[in-house]
């Protein structure tokens, strides 16, 4: 489940953990969960949520409920079920940010559902929009490092906001307006690798989100992380994550 606060304070107690609410804030909450909302009495907030099955068998019909305790029929269907998320082994707790897609996606989702249920097929593409962007806002969320120069960060910010392109150390020394030499340098002490490798990793976490989330071709998720060669992008695939993009996807396709 996705709960954020759109207007107010209170707080949210999430598998006995305590959450501080107020406008912005979101929480992803883990399968099987308990949550227990309280308001605060001056401010009281105005919460969205939205549950999300990862993984529900496509020959049985689509049943928009949820199954809050072990007496409603649908509670632990063989044909719904969770699956694992790694970036999210636990509860998510994070901010809205106004230039990202994720609280604009959140909000269309609600309101495709105020009228009537969306068909199955468009109710499956937008769970996996939300979960690519969820754990997109987290990729970003962690570009911000702690103990690193703002050089360092406006480049990594740079990286994940350009990985479609065919990044390469010429385009961070252009944006930096640092020579190479001191981008090699920044790269090898903060963050222990080089700028190309750090490119790389990037774009193949992305891949690995799109491979999971969009019924993309290998060639057109090549496309999308600025490696249009499908044979190169399937060699950079395996080499960084041990598997071909086909095998990965077999193991872990949400919905």
Same mark, same amino acid.
């Not at 401010?43 to 409920?65: N, Q, S």
């Not at 409603?72 to 998320?85: G, K, M, T, Y």
């Given at each position: 489940?996705?709960?954020?606060?759109?207007?107010?304070?209170?707080?949210?107690?999430?598998?006995?953990?305590?959450?501080?609410?107020?406008?912005?804030?979101?929480?992803?909450?883990?399968?099987?969960?308990?949550?227990?909302?309280?308001?605060?009495?001056?401010?009281?907030?105005?919460?969205?949520?939205?549950?999300?099955?990862?993984?529900?068998?496509?020959?049985?019909?689509?049943?928009?409920?949820?199954?809050?305790?072990?007496?409603?029929?649908?509670?632990?269907?063989?044909?719904?079920?969770?699956?694992?998320?790694?970036?999210?082994?636990?509860?998510?707790?994070?901010?809205?940010?106004?230039?990202?897609?994720?609280?604009?996606?959140?909000?269309?989702?609600?309101?495709?559902?105020?009228?009537?249920?969306?068909?199955?097929?468009?109710?499956?593409?937008?769970?996996?929009?939300?979960?690519?962007?969820?754990?997109?806002?987290?990729?970003?969320?962690?570009?911000?490092?702690? #103990?690193? =120069?703002?050089?360092?960060?406006?480049? @990594?910010? +740079?990286?994940?906001?350009?990985?479609? %392109? &065919? !990044?390469?150390? $010429?385009?961070?020394?252009?944006?930096?307006?640092?020579?190479?030499?001191?981008?090699?340098?920044?790269?090898?002490?903060?963050?222990?690798?080089?700028?190309?490798?750090?490119?790389?990793?990037?774009?193949?976490?992305?891949?690995?989100?799109?491979?999971?989330?969009?019924?993309?071709?290998?060639?057109?998720?090549?496309?999308?992380? #600025?490696? =249009?060669?499908?044979?190169?992008?399937? @060699?950079? +695939?395996?080499?960084?994550?041990?598997? %071909? &993009? !086909?095998?990965? $996807?077999?193991?872990?396709?949400?919905?």
């Amino acid at each position: 489940m996705v709960v954020w606060c759109k207007a107010g304070t209170g707080t949210v107690i999430a598998n006995g953990k305590s959450c501080l609410f107020e406008s912005g804030r979101y929480l992803l909450l883990p399968w099987g969960h308990s949550i227990k909302y309280e308001a605060s009495a001056e401010d009281p907030f105005l919460l969205g949520g939205i549950h999300i099955i990862p993984a529900h068998l496509p020959k049985r019909p689509l049943t928009f409920d949820v199954a809050h305790d072990s007496a409603h029929p649908l509670a632990n269907a063989s044909f719904r079920r969770d699956i694992q998320i790694p970036e999210f082994p636990d509860l998510k707790l994070g901010w809205l940010n106004a230039e990202a897609p994720l609280g604009h996606l959140l909000e269309y989702i609600v309101r495709a559902f105020v009228s009537r249920p969306p068909q199955e097929e468009m109710a499956r593409w937008m769970a996996r929009q939300l979960l690519c962007e969820l754990v997109s806002s987290e990729q970003r969320s962690e570009v911000h490092d702690h #103990g690193v =120069p703002p050089e360092i960060e406006r480049m @990594k910010e +740079f990286i994940s906001f350009h990985i479609s %392109s &065919p !990044l390469s150390l $010429r385009e961070l020394v252009e944006f930096s307006g640092l020579s190479p030499s001191t981008v090699e340098r920044l790269f090898r002490k903060y963050l222990r690798t080089t700028p190309v490798a750090w490119i790389l990793s990037a774009k193949m976490e992305r891949a690995k989100v799109l491979l999971r989330t969009r019924r993309l071709s290998v060639a057109e998720i090549g496309s999308e992380v #600025g490696i =249009p060669d499908p044979y190169y992008f399937s @060699k950079r +695939f395996r080499r960084v994550c041990g598997k %071909s &993009p !086909l095998e990965y $996807r077999r193991q872990g396709c949400w919905l």
